[in-house]
């Protein structure tokens, strides 16, 4: 059997001086590696992968790891409790307008006002370990990260650490440590969906999930970036030294499950399924991941494009979410009833119908059927492959 | 064929001078009356009565109406435009906390710091038209509710009119007017379900709807009281006198068209049936209401009760909205992973089950899937009748 | 010297597991009584008089107080967390829209739907009572609204307790206890001025506070009414029975301490003088209370009134808050650019002048210099006596 | 006299249909250049910029302009009406977090997912004009900047404008046409001061405020930034051709007036004071500018630091906005009563002293007076020169 831990990370101090906390969840198998981590809920609105982590807990009392898993659910008190109304508005920081999910550290770049101990130069680092066996190289590397975030840690002592880079420490003190990071969102008005490195069939294959978006090797501050693509760095830095022989040894994955706002324990069963699915394929969890359940079509991130709002209205999409769609196709309606100029008033008057701009497949549409003129009506995958 | 016209209602001025306003469609069929008011989304979440009022447009241009009506979709900009992040916040006024739906007037009420100008004594209006024919009494009694809305503006000139009253002034000054108010609304998650003057029962079955509160005779803030509710004191008031021939002459409906957010052109047909039917019933458009699809289901407002929340956590419903249930049966449960307290971790010690404190039916639950303790987590119908 | 306890009060519990509580100080003197309760900060954005009770702790290190004290600095942390950017905007509820100085419970009279154990019948009590001596009614009737207070916590169990009800019984199960309520709170933009029961001179110039507001003893949801108006009610039952020595045994104040988002801790300890000086009035701390430092002027609270801004725009006051103005006095100017509609744009066609209509003295203005139409502009005493 | 034009740019248009506009005042002075481009209240919240736009109205009436100038007060509607309360908060969009002053187009780089169309190459463009004249190159680098801003209008048609866009093209469509750009902020609690492009001592000493941020040549999404940097690109690749001799034609500025929601009009005068005595400097004014009243004290953009809040609580500043310090000087104390750990409580548990981290002035501090750990507590400038 596994042991387990539990801590209470912070992730902000309020005003009041309430420290509001993460429950990280520790549990050591077999081995401490591979180890996994996984989250949920850094959008404060997007529940689900909560539910899968607790499927998860009673999942890894009936099969022992092979390797370590950190679940931390509700990651995100501060925006989680972004609740006005009856909504919860938790992509961005009330605070400081930042959406919680882009200001991750990349840990292989120089992207902070920091000094040069705040970031691995991985050309210098693959220069002196050009010979190293790869073991060594992995471990090294890790060292290094990690030594990157204490001086990251370190040099906010003087200053003060503001609330976004303690939320990043928070969350990448621990993921750095992993060999497999999985973030579990939810889109808008989704379908699951799997941003996935681009490359890596097998394990996306794994996941069984029947859309795949393509995430290139480009750091744009989210988790899954921030965790893979320094050791794609490093990667390529050996490569260019003229060794290929070192892989990217960490692979990070956004989960997307479902829509904003859905909650359901019983799917988190079969959430819960498909990540352990993927576990087994990076050797977490004992046995061979299942084969996917049907299809899975993917593109380039670059051809996920975006349908802003033509008039602002009310929305009435016209196909499902996860619908293939030929350009000029009927997507979406959208109704403003102050269009009704002449009259008599009729419905037609008030309603723009949107047409796909491309062949694809509609992903997601706006979570709420009141949306400005401008806003994201939906996003489509474009210049689709498999499936 | 009815005339139309289309004024746009100053509902707000903003702090830069914009005006937000409502778009009014007047519809002159064969007679001015009996005259109807509906308006939709003083809620500014609550979207489906426009879907409505739509439909409604096209069904006036098939049968002209015999009376007439005041159809005013987007009644509220105000709130339909409290959006932050993905949703809108529309059931309180980011400015004042106020309730949209609480602030209308009570005209034979002083329940203002106002005048006495500024509504109708009732028993005054009775005594002195204690001998009056019906029809003097209706148009009499119009014409004073009429007046008290005019010394409420007039009033307003010299300190100023607040943002809350000039709302209620706005939608006032045109549902004063109707013989028939209909306020479209939606539930939190919800079926369709309607809310009633108590004791008119011919006119909820021309609704058609399955759920029925049936509202007391007394003014809470509410639109569909604020017209309903001076017409029935006029009554009492002629009863006292011993003359017990004054009927009400304004019958005033909250309708709750399924779920806050949800918004459906095709949908929206099917509730302008609906609705269509109850105007047949008042004589404003021609032909006999339909009889009801199915059975319906009532229970007075005081017995429609609410369950709040007795943990924050995450929010899974356990039966669909509309549904009857005994007490305790389990009606939803709420998971909060931090509560995973002992090791290893087990879903069900995240999980607290909610079970119904009496017999009845559940018509909604919170609209968001996440909630914190003491908020509304579901409200049900109890000591239910009919059905 | 005193001793001290300090328990912190669950205010509420978020969605995510987490307790908002608020840190209460309990200060025991040589005697139980007279006991004093203190709370600031009920609106999130009202702070100085955190920094009052801050410099009491100090003061009551220095003076052994004869009674006793409850001190709760920052009592609603719900309040004072909802910042949105730079602003906290703490008075209405952001999951309710509730002011949350309006929901306390009314102990002597049937205001909610709960049943006859909660709350007192004051007839009954004085019949019960008619011939008891002084201090037994005063112990029997704090008893009985602690019974109350008891049996709504009680009926809660059943269907749930509403926040806004958690939070008035974190509150007023302390309070009740207390002779004397200190609810500190600040205006908008405004000098230090005080909402008083009526008719308790002496106790008006022991706060020396220059701006008086006389609350008469009506029920309206704040918690100095809430505190003082049920011991009125028992008084004036007592009264209908031929019985005149019962006074009313407990005041209620709410001191504004300047304006919101003001905190100065030097000034806190010129507040904290004044506080004491009304202790030092009631037997909770030695000594007598100082002289009123200039002259008193108040109001009847019916005679304090507001003025809603006329148009939407940048509002400049023309005089300071706590001015004296005569009706028509230019009080202050409000600019909307976008009225420059003659060409070549003026300045003086931006801006309309907001003139006092009637004498009084300008005690506030609006928080924030960009004002919709409608929303308070400036509240201001008229009909003033004293001074 | 000069002659005006008043347009009215359409901003963003709401769900509800209406379309918020700002109002743009077209002043042709004796020559249609330089011109002047100058808008107030890109954040919402930050107002003292119309006042100042007011009076330059006036002072346009008495002195004819040798060039031109646009004037665009209340340029941002859409953050102007982001009130929540009392406060309003416009630094974010509430629908898309965005800062509304980080979001424009940087015209002289890829910087959108965009076609080449929606850039200018500066080295293509100097390699084919490298023996233009200034005026020739002046002009046809401005036509390919609006040809650019075309592309993008353009190109959005497929796919839909996204609201950061339209806003952006709307600002930018007119500031395009300018020598000079003025954008009118204020701080959050601050004095006046001034960001410049670095290296233009005259035109500094022109404004006359005392504390000015040299900017660096480097894009980050403000205003004066999207201004000026591609004029300096522009010069940078002609001296990479090794032509020396074109300057940087555009320049652009950020003028604080004080604090965020201040509003005077009187000030507004003093401030248009500052805002003409540079207008001269640039020909657009006529007569010479004012000797700056007093020393004037700079740094690098690099050296203007903040500090993050150590703790949560409420901040009471040490200093004033404007003063000079002292590595290690107090510079603010935050109060967080629920420090009071130990019994009795002492105000001095709850106070955290700041101390400056470095030699400097302080410059702002956080506008509201209660802060969570990590947010912006004060910014300084360091390594100041001049002075």
Redesign the interface.
């Known amino acids: 059997?596994?042991t387990?831990?539990?801590k209470?990370v912070v992730i902000?101090?309020?005003?009041?001086?309430?420290e509001?906390?993460a429950?990280a969840?520790f549990?050591h198998g077999k081995s401490p590696r591979p180890l996994a981590y996984l989250q949920a809920n850094v959008h404060?609105?997007e529940?689900q992968g909560?539910?899968a982590?607790?499927?998860l807990?009673?999942l890894?009392?009936r099969e022992e790891p092979l390797g370590s898993l950190v679940l931390v659910?509700?990651v995100n008190?501060v925006s989680?409790?972004?609740?006005?109304?009856?909504?919860?508005?938790?992509?961005?920081?009330?605070?400081?307008?930042?959406?919680f999910n882009r200001g991750y550290l990349y840990l292989t770049g120089p992207s902070r006002?920091s000094s040069a101990a705040c970031y691995v130069d991985v050309d210098a680092f693959a220069v002196v370990n050009v010979n190293a066996p790869l073991a060594e190289i992995r471990d090294g590397f890790r060292s290094a990260l990690k030594a990157a975030l204490g001086a990251v840690r370190a040099e906010?002592a003087?200053?003060?650490?503001?609330?976004?880079?303690?939320f990043a420490l928070a969350v990448q003190e621990m993921a750095v440590e992993a060999d497999v990071v999985l973030d579990l969102h939810t889109g808008?008005r989704a379908p699951r969906y799997l941003y996935a490195p681009q490359g890596i069939p097998e394990a996306v294959r794994a996941f069984g999930i029947p859309w795949v978006l393509e995430v290139s090797h480009r750091f744009a501050g989210a988790l899954d970036e921030a965790s893979f693509v320094p050791w794609q760095d490093l990667s390529d830095a050996f490569g260019r030294l003229g060794r290929n022989d070192v892989p990217r040894f960490v692979d990070g994955f956004t989960v997307e499950l479902g829509s904003?706002?859905?909650?359901?324990?019983a799917d988190g069963k079969e959430d819960a399924r498909r990540i352990a699915s993927a576990l087994r394929y990076y050797g977490v969890l004992p046995g061979c991941p299942e084969p996917p359940p049907g299809p899975q079509t993917a593109c380039a991130i670059?051809d996920y494009?975006?349908?802003?709002?033509?008039?602002?209205?009310?929305?009435?999409p016209a196909v499902s979410p996860g619908t293939a769609v030929r350009k000029g196709d009927v997507v979406a309606?959208i109704?403003?009833?102050?269009?009704?100029?002449s009259?008599?008033?009729?419905?037609r008057d008030?309603?723009v119908e949107v047409l796909a701009?491309d062949d694809g497949v509609v992903i997601l549409f706006?979570?709420?059927?009141?949306?400005?003129?401008?806003?994201?009506?939906l996003s489509m995958m474009t210049k689709t492959y498999g499936g």
Chains 1, 2, 3, 4 share one sequence.
């Not at 003087?158 to 303690?166: A, K, N």
């Not at 975006?306 to 008039?311: D, K, L």
Request: aromatic letters at 8%; glycine letters at 10%.
């Open positions: 059997m596994p387990w831990e539990r209470d902000r101090t309020m005003a009041t001086g309430h509001l906390t429950p969840f549990c404060g609105g529940l909560n539910a982590l607790l499927a807990f009673d890894l009392e659910p509700r008190p989680a409790s972004q609740q006005v109304g009856d909504y919860v508005a938790g992509v961005y920081d009330f605070q400081s307008g930042q959406n006002s906010s003087e200053w003060g650490m503001d609330m976004r880079l303690e808008d904003m706002n859905s909650f359901s324990l670059g494009r975006s349908v802003m709002a033509p008039i602002g209205g009310l929305l009435d309606r109704a403003d009833p102050s269009r009704c100029r009259l008599p008033p009729r419905s008030a309603v701009p706006h979570a709420f059927s009141s949306i400005p003129k401008g806003a994201r009506l």
